[in-house]
Nanobody, 128 residues
Framework: QVQLVESGGGLVQAGDSLRLSCAAS????????MGWFRQAPGKEREFVAA????????YSADSVKGRFSISRDGAKNTVDLQMNSLKPEDTAVYYC?????????????????????WGQGAQVTVSS
């Protein structure tokens, strides 16, 4: 089993920055991909960004490109999401996800079913 714990959520103003962190523990040796998703009230969970365990491959949603970046710290077993130029529409619960399949352009890394483990979520609220 793998446990994921998010931290760093909060209330910010439009244009501000925020950094989310996800700490992975347990059988992390089985992981090949990590991702971030978000879910706004009344909406489906949507893909934000993903990174391979080696940090060589990264993907991000068009809605956050140029503003959000994903990174991994191998020594700490953490995956961070740096969010800049935040907008009110970025308001959502952000979830960390992890999976045991390799991340590449031929898999559906943006689908929730690609990931086997999920964190409890961190609220991010952006006021206008």
């Amino acid at each position: 089993q793998v446990q994921l714990v998010e931290s760093g959520g909060g209330l910010v103003q439009a244009g501000d920055s925020l950094r989310l962190s996800c700490a992975a523990s347990g059988r992390t040796f089985s992981l090949y991909a990590m991702g971030w998703f978000r879910q706004a009230p009344g909406k489906e969970r949507e893909f934000v960004a993903a990174i391979s365990w080696s940090s060589v491959v990264t993907y991000s949603a068009d809605s956050v490109k140029g503003r959000f970046s994903i990174s991994r710290d191998g020594a700490k077993n953490t995956v961070d999401l740096q969010m800049n130029s935040l907008k009110p529409e970025d308001t959502a619960v952000y979830y960390c996800a992890a999976g045991s399949r390799r991340l590449n352009a031929y898999v559906n890394y943006a689908g929730v079913n690609f990931y086997e483990y999920w964190g409890q979520g961190a609220q991010v609220t952006v006021s206008s």
